[in-house]
């Protein structure tokens, strides 16, 4: 039984593995690993189907003329990639190749390496799955308390899940938020789907999906009113109090119902259970940053939680730094061009020295604000996870070049010219790293414990191209193991130190309020509640409110025809984006046949003659797709949901590229109107 870390997901859980002759019979949970106590789910556990599924990619792949695949040596492959390449910087310039690494790439080795070939080779075109995730409610909490903090469950008194449902997302971190609640820790939801999480709660607030700023806003109200915040903490620490306690003047319960469709007593007794029971947190999830004011609601709820003084406290929000890596950006890397996105987005494409992906469309259709021929895609599936995917497709079809590695022939690779076989987390090195039970940073190395039979190592691959380039000199590793190796010098430990360390190394142990001794990480040194660095951008400085670009409220004709809001992508535990529908453990978890659905209320299924499992058309203002409808109590008569991956009923179809939100530029995949038309 060999030791290892599924890297699967940010969970990182440790694992037990059965090797015999270099193939993985089982996976199972480690009990001694200090972080994730034997806990798996059942995606981790079903590595072994993953590795030796039939329809694995196995062998690089070229299409030709006709659109048949060929099998072609490695070789053969990285010298047509490195020929396309060096094309393209010779006759578009080097800006005009984009390479992005998708949630796959997440926190893995390869990402990194994936930004420092685009460095190397001189595009500013660097993207990743940041830009429609994490990052805008990264940048939001670092301009407002200068980093995004996470919550220490076991020790809170209240837990804010908003817009989180780690039950299907983030399961190990159940343990922690159980344990709490056996304490007699209160629970909050903010979420417009009575999701089982949602049921156990003290509160549910079930909102119209997108209102959520300005049900933040409704909080803080009550919070000044009431005279419940830290007013030490505020006085001290926070920069703009008195403006924000003219913006939430007038958002009292009752416009706030009307907002957001949330009763007003339960506002006013969700405010109270917060602020009373000391000290809470609030987990933001993905779906307050796919909105069209998304930013700002990150802003608004960073802000919430900050005037209770929940900040780095044992029990509140906690502050801890990543661990201290050498860094593999290149430094005083010079373009020839500004990235795309830079003008829309100007703050969130220097903030991470990157492309915004998501109007990738409009640079390769229309050449704004320049040509953009190739694009390189690792570990990700664009067809089924962007928005406008009917635009998105018609722009992949136009480039000169496009490669993708990925593990399975999906919908994106099915686009490519060149496709590369990828492999999974156990046939590679990777750094994992985590916070124990005593809030201690951790950092690891998760070794590799079989030699991949189809895959080719992410890392090696992108070497091997810049090598084929002549751009060994920012390669300069011979091996996985060294490039790995060179991430550790900074913590002053080798590769075989960090492989010996099954649990990984204590980097940093937990301090509560460092803030005390330096101040926070923002250009006052204090929570900025009133933010200059916005200002200065020509943005909102404080977290105002705005409809979603498409609601009942903001585009009232449009609403007359596409009544209904739907909110696109909540998580199901056993896919992960479009992951794992070729999986039979986990695409029959369920026990039943897994397809896409729509949920819907039974008053609309009702109005519009529908029964469970009929087929309806969805429609908006992109696209349209066909799946069945799941009629559900769980979300509201004027509500819509549908998860997202589905190759046949594909929620992007719908979504919209346009309407980004203004400051991170991520795409409002939670609330857009639809209508629904039964079949
Ligand atoms: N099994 C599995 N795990 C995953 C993933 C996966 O695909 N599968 N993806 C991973 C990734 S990349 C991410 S970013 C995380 C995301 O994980 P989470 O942040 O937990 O995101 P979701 O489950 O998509 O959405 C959480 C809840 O938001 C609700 N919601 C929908 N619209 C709105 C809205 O407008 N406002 C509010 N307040 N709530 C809304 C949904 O009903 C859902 O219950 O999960 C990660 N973990
Ligand atoms: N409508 C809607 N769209 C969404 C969302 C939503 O909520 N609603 N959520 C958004 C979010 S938060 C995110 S993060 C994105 C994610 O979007 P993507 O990054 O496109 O995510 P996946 O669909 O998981 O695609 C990952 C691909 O990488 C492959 N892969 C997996 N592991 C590896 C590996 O180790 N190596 C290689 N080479 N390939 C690998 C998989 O087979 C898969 O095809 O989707 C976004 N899209
Ligand atoms: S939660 Fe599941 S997928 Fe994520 S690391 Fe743990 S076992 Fe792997
Ligand atoms: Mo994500």
Known sequence: MAKGICTLCSGNCGIEVMVEDNKVLSVKGDKEHPISKGFTCPKGRALPEMLYAKDRLSCPMKKDENGNWHEISY?????????????LKENFGSESLAVHTGE???????????????????????????????????????????????????????????????????????????KAINNGAKLIVVDPQ??????????HLQLRPGTDGALALGLIHIIIEEELYDKDFVEEWTVG??????????????????????????????ARIFANNKPGNISPGIAIELLSNGFQTARAISILQAIMGYIDIIGGA????????????????????????????????????????????????????????????????????????????????????????????????????????????????EIWNGVDSSGDGIVGLAP????????????????????????????????????????????????????????GYKYRTFEEKKYTKNGFNTPSKKVEIYSTTLEKSGYDPLPIYNEPAESPLSTKELAEEYPLVLST??????????????????NGYKSQEEVAKVKI?????????????????????RGSIKLKAEITEDVLPTTALISHGWNDANANELTDNENLDPISGFPPDRALLVKLTSL
Not at 378 to 404: H, M, Q, Y
Not at 601 to 621: C, F, H, T, W, Y
């Open 569 to 586: 992508g909540a998580r199901y535990l056993q896919y992960y984006h479009s992951r794992y529908r070729n999986i039979e453990s986990l």
């Open 448 to 503: 590799k414990l079989i030699e991949s039979k189809q895959g080719i190592s992410e890392c090696k691959f992108i070497s091997d191209i810049a090598k084929g380039m002549g751009l060994e000199e920012a390669f300069p590793w011979n091996s996985d193991e060294e490039a790995i190796g060179y991430r550790f010098q900074k913590i002053g430990k080798t590769f075989e130190e960090m492989l010996n360390m099954n649990y």
């Open 318 to 429: 906690t502050m801890s730094p990543p661990p201290p890596l050498s860094s593999l950006e290149l430094e005083n890397v010079k373009y020839n061009r500004e990235p795309i996105g830079k003008s829309e987005y100007p703050l969130f494409c220097a903030n991470y020295n990157s492309a915004q992906a998501n109007i990738f469309s409009d640079a390769i259709l229309e050449d704004k604000p320049y040509p953009l021929k190739g694009m390189m895609i690792i570990g990700s599936n664009p067809i089924l996870t962007w928005p406008n995917v009917n635009k998105l497709r018609e722009a992949l079809k136009a480039l000169d070049f496009l490669v993708v590695m990925d593990n399975f022939m999906t919908e994106t690779a099915k686009m490519a010219d060149i496709i590369i076989p990828g492999t999974f987390p156990i046939e590679r090195y």
């Open 75 to 87: 070789e053969e492959a990285i010298d047509i990639i490195v020929e396309k390449f060096t094309y």
């Open 194 to 203: 009575k999701t089982y999480t949602a049921k156990r709660a003290d509160v």
């Open 601 to 621: 209320n039974p008053q609309i299924a009702e109005r519009k003659k529908i029964k469970d499992g009929d087929m309806v058309k969805v429609e908006s203002l």
């Open 241 to 270: 109090f008195d403006k924000l306690v003219e913006l939430v003047k007038d958002y009292i319960p009752e416009k706030v119902e009307k907002i957001t469709d949330v009763p007003k007593e339960l506002i006013v007794e969700g």
């Open 104 to 178: 796959a790439g997440v926190r893995k080795q390869f990402s990194g390496h994936v930004r420092r070939f685009g460095q190397a080779y001189g595009t500013p075109n660097q993207s990743s799955a940041g830009s429609h995730c994490h990052l805008s409610k990264e940048m939001a909490n670092k301009m407002t308390v200068g980093v995004l903090p996470s919550a220490d469950y076991k020790n809170s008194k209240c837990i804010v899940l908003w817009g989180y449902n780690p039950m299907n997302s983030r399961p190990s971190q159940m343990m922690d938020i159980n």
